[in-house]
Structures are given as structure tokens and as C-alpha cells.
């Protein structure tokens, strides 16, 4: 079982950036899809951003524009670019092996406050 270990979060002002990182233990070279979530204070765990081997990437509507997901399967690595962050975009960001039985790391928080 493929372990992930997410790192990058922070305490940063509205409108900043951050970049997240989830590392793989082993090779994600055949893994078709990779996820970010993220989970904030009180609410349930959400799919924020899609990666596929292809290429492809998706993105919920509140991010759209302001994240961007990219992978680089030499260092099965998942990257999660997060810009002009917003208050609400505040929770712990998860990083996913999209199929059943996928692995999840641990978290990382990400807090935007002034």
C-alpha cells in the first residue's frame, strides 16, 4: 500500500499562496487518479481537485482559477498550487489515491487569516 505524506501548509494572509506537496512512497506512475480534499472545522471532508495520468484535472467551482493540481510521477510527488487564497478556503488538505481502498495521508492545515 502506496503511503502519502502531505506537507506545505500554513498560517497565510488572504490573498497569499501556498504550495502543497504529497509524497508517495512508492511509484504513482501507474496510479491513474490523484485527489486533493480538504476538510474545515465542522464540515464534512470535500474533493477539491482531480488529477489524472492523462492530463486531465478537475476542479471544484469555489477553486476554480485559484488552484491548480499537477503530479511528477519521477518523484511521486502531487502538488496542490493554492493562489489568492480566501478565509473559507481554511481546513486541512488531504491528499488521495482515487480508487477503492486508496490510501489518504494525513493532512496538512492550511489557515488564511489576517
Known amino acids: 500500500q502506496v503511503q502519502l505524506v502531505e506537507s506545505g501548509g500554513g498560517l497565510v494572509q488572504p490573498g497569499g499562496s501556498l504550495r502543497l506537496s504529497c509524497a508517495a512512497s512508492?511509484?504513482?506512475?501507474?496510479?491513474?487518479?490523484m485527489g486533493w480534499y480538504r476538510q474545515a472545522p465542522g464540515k464534512q471532508r470535500e474533493w477539491v481537485a482531480l488529477h489524472t495520468n492523462g492530463g486531465t484535472t478537475n476542479y471544484i467551482d469555489s477553486v476554480k482559477g485559484r488552484f491548480t493540481i499537477s503530479r511528477d510521477n519521477a518523484k511521486n510527488t502531487v502538488y496542490l498550487q493554492i493562489n489568492s487564497l480566501k478565509p473559507e478556503d481554511t481546513a486541512v488538505y488531504y491528499c488521495h489515491i482515487v480508487r477503492s481502498g486508496g490510501s489518504w495521508g494525513q493532512g496538512t492545515q492550511v489557515t488564511v487569516s489576517s
Open positions: 512508492g511509484s504513482i506512475s501507474t496510479i491513474n487518479a
